[in-house]
């Protein structure tokens, strides 16, 4: 299906009137010395060239947009030390804070955030476990929810990374009993009326019915909204399984009371897909240039594309 190419806005100076949240999948993400829980033939000299190319993307967006993101929620973080490394002195995200916990994860993987520390005080954070039966250990990603201060208001960040579809989707059921947790969860902040944004890799495209029932409160009334859907009905992805694209990495966000209590005229999803994070190979051009694919090392940046918010004031 056709991809539409990802083309820079005008852009003059810092936006001042735009701030920008993102979300991305760096595939695998481990230091050189876990490379059985990860890639095949994982080495110094390949572990600082993914550092390099990480620290790149946010060069690249921050030349698009005049900006960098103020949060960054990522997954596929192997340890603490690849965020650490990732804040390098040389690094445009040098002065970020780092929101990491290692999860009771199969493969030693967990979500983290990173975040500008002149824009966001954090207040507080957390890590959810929901757990389908108490007979057998946790064994995936916890989700982090942090609580911040931004303008002087509360906003509570999620970040996620739901059970894949590996192995036919063999872990379904947990995916799905997460998403029922995590709604019970939502639904406390909603009876507060608190300002939300959840971002991740949900291994579900935003037209899934678990996907779709978590947007809605227990009243039924819509309470988040999710900018993905259209652009994963416009043939927007975010990444591929084989042939077929796919919109897992998303962000919503409680729309009323996020605009209305941070003073936000629009607020706008993006794909970032830039052709500088895409194949080079002329046969699949509108792929992410990923670091592996399979056993083999292709020297790329990661299997998923960033995924943005755009929040206008």
């Not at 760096?26 to 994982?42: A, D, T």
């Not at 690849?82 to 995200?93: A, G, N, R």
């Amino acid at each position: 299906m056709f991809v539409p190419l990802f083309i820079p806005e005008e852009r003059s100076g810092k936006m001042a009137n735009q701030e920008l949240f993102l979300f991305y999948n760096v595939e695998n993400f481990y230091p050189p010395n876990q490379e059985s829980l990860g890639f095949h033939n994982w080495d110094d000299y390949k572990y600082n060239l993914k550092i390099r190319k990480m620290t790149n993307v946010f060069r690249f967006i921050e030349e698009d947009y005049g900006q960098l993101p103020s949060i960054i929620g990522l997954a596929e973080i192997g340890a603490r030390l690849v965020l650490e490394d990732l804040i390098q002195e040389d690094s445009p995200i040098c002065d970020y804070e780092i929101i990491y916990e290692l999860s009771n994860d199969s493969r030693n993987l967990s979500v983290a955030l990173l975040f500008d520390k002149r824009k966001l005080t954090l207040e507080k954070h957390q890590t959810l476990q929901f757990q389908l039966d108490e007979k057998q250990a946790f064994n995936t990603r916890d989700i982090l929810h942090a609580e911040f201060l931004y303008q002087g208001k509360k906003l509570h960040l999620f970040v996620v990374h739901l059970p894949s579809k590996r192995n036919q989707d063999a872990k379904k059921e947990q995916r799905d009993y997460i998403f029922e947790k995590l709604k019970e969860t939502l639904q406390e902040l909603f009876d507060k009326n608190e300002s939300v944004i959840l971002m991740g890799d949900f291994n579900e495209n935003p037209d899934n019915e678990a996907m779709q029932e978590l947007l809605y409160n227990n009243n039924g009334e819509k309470i988040l909204d999710n900018p993905f859907e259209a652009l994963f009905e416009n043939h927007y992805f975010s990444a591929y399984h084989g042939k077929k694209g796919v919109c897992f990495d998303q962000i919503t966000y409680t729309g009323q009371s996020l605009m209305s209590q941070f003073n936000i005229k629009m607020i706008e999803a993006e794909i970032y897909n830039s052709p500088r994070l895409r194949n080079k190979n002329n046969k699949n051009l509108k792929y992410p240039y990923r670091t592996y694919s399979g056993s083999r090392y292709m020297g790329g940046y990661s299997d998923h594309f960033p995924v943005m918010l755009k929040l206008k004031k």
